[in-house]
């Protein structure tokens, strides 16, 4: 039965609540990231569980109340830089470090994270 699980059966969502929630406040104390994320992130990290709920395989959480998540599209308001992305991802490896994620699962949730917020990139960091 372990074979047919998925990243978001093995994480729980116990666990993944707790990274986003921890995830998210290292971001509301991040230099780099704090000034383009609302003061208030209760509502992000609702959005970010419903999400990534869906994105490890779980149920359909995010699309079920706000549609197709064009990630990219949604992020275009915002200036995301080459260092946001690097600051992002530097923010999630911490939370995972203190949420206790460890081996293969942490580690290719991690490469996809990096891959997405590659995408995410929409701004150079000279252009802000
Ligand atoms: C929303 C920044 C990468 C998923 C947002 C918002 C900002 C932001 C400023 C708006 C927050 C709000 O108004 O509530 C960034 C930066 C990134 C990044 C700087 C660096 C690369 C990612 C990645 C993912 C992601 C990698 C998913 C794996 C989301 C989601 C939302 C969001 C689901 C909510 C969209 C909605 O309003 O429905 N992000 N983000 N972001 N981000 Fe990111």
Redesign the pocket.
């Known amino acids: 039965i372990e074979d047919n699980m998925t990243p978001f059966d093995r994480l729980g969502e116990k666990t993944l609540h707790n990274l986003i929630d921890t995830f998210y406040s290292l971001v509301a104390q991040h230099p780099d ?1 704090a000034p ?3 003061k208030d992130l209760t ?2 990290a609702r ?2 569980k419903q ?2 709920t869906q ?1 490890l395989g779980g149920p359909p959480l ?1 699309t079920e109340e ?1 549609g197709h ?1 064009m ?1 990219r599209a ?2 275009m308001p ?1 200036p ?1 830089t080459p260092t ?2 690097r600051a ?1 991802l530097s923010c999630m490896n911490e939370a995972m470090d203190k949420s206790g994620l460890t081996g293969p699962l942490r580690d290719e949730f991690y490469s996809r ?1 990096y891959l ?2 590659q995408h ?2 929409n701004t150079p960091d000279s252009g802000e």
Do not use: S
């Open positions: 990231l383009i994320f609302p509502e992000t959005k970010q999400f990534l994105y995010y706000h998540p990630l949604r992020h915002h995301v946001r992305a992002w994270l997405t917020a995410m990139i």
